[in-house]
């Protein structure tokens, strides 16, 4: 059964944004509210890389490859985290995959394109 769904990838010209959605359906939102939630990414022959991670308390982690141009957010109400990305630039091209931390949940991920 699919527990993680990641949905709003896309092809964006460098500049420009896009926001990624995970959705946990079938998770409790107590369980939801308490696990540590974190996007990752995967280009064609490079080591998955963490992106943003946001805790149970809203702390936020970012490389500093995306700091100040990705930001994460959640909604335990809506059961969501959502990743907004800005000023893209080709290099952000990759699958991007959604992780729960507790259970531990992997999405399908959602391809990002970026174009020069």
């Known amino acids: ?6 949905s709003g990838g896309g092809l964006v010209q460098a500049g420009g944004s896009l926001r990624l ?5 079938r998770m409790i939102l107590s369980t939801f509210s308490g696990t540590d939630v974190e996007w990752y990414r995967q280009a064609p022959g ?5 992106v943003a991670a946001i805790t149970s308390n809203r702390v936020t982690n970012y490389p500093d490859s995306v700091k100040g141009r990705f930001t994460i957010s959640r909604n335990n109400g809506k059961r969501t985290v959502d ?4 000023s893209l630039k080709p290099e952000d091209t990759a699958v991007y995959s959604c992780h729960t931390r507790m259970p531990n949940y992997w999405g399908q991920g959602t391809q990002v ?4």
């Open 21 to 25: 959605s995970c959705k946990a359906p």
């Open 83 to 86: 990743l907004q990305m800005n």
């Open 1 to 6: 059964q699919v527990q993680l769904v990641e």
């Open 113 to 116: 394109t970026v174009s020069s």
């Open 46 to 50: 490079k080591q998955r890389e963490m």
